[in-house]
Nanobody
Framework: QVQLVESGGGLVQPGGSLRLSCAAS????????MAWYRQAPGKQRDLVAS???????NYADSVKGRFTISRDNAKNTVSLQMNSLKPEDTAVYYC?????????WGQGTQVTVSS
């Protein structure tokens, strides 16, 4: 069983930066694919960025060049560095982990981009 706890959300002005972190408990973290999703009010939950166990990354077109996902297998953490934030980035951000057998979600952290 994997438990995911996000942190780092908050209120930021347009053009600002935030760094989200997700701490994973349980075994086998390094074998999990990890990702960040987000869900704005009234919208579906969408993939923001993902990183495989081998370190390959993938980004939604809307965040390419602004967001960076990374992982530290020694610390069982995955992070999302978000730069040049826009109001349309406002959402609840969820950490996601997946292996061959199961998927896991964190509880979410709110990111609000507003002046």
């Amino acid at each position: 069983q994997v438990q995911l706890v996000e942190s780092g959300g908050g209120l930021v002005q347009p053009g600002g930066s935030l760094r989200l972190s997700c701490a994973a408990s349980g075994s086998g973290f390094s074998r999990n694919a990890m990702a960040w999703y987000r869900q704005a009010p009234g919208k579906q939950r969408d993939l923001v960025a993902s990183i495989t166990s081998g370190g390959s990354t993938n980004y939604a077109d809307s965040v390419k060049g602004r967001f960076t996902i990374s992982r530290d297998n020694a610390k069982n953490t995955v992070s999302l560095q978000m730069n040049s934030l826009k109001p349309e980035d406002t959402a609840v951000y969820y950490c996601y982990a997946a292996n061959v057998f199961q998927i896991f979600w964190g509880q979410g952290t709110q990111v609000t981009v507003s002046s």
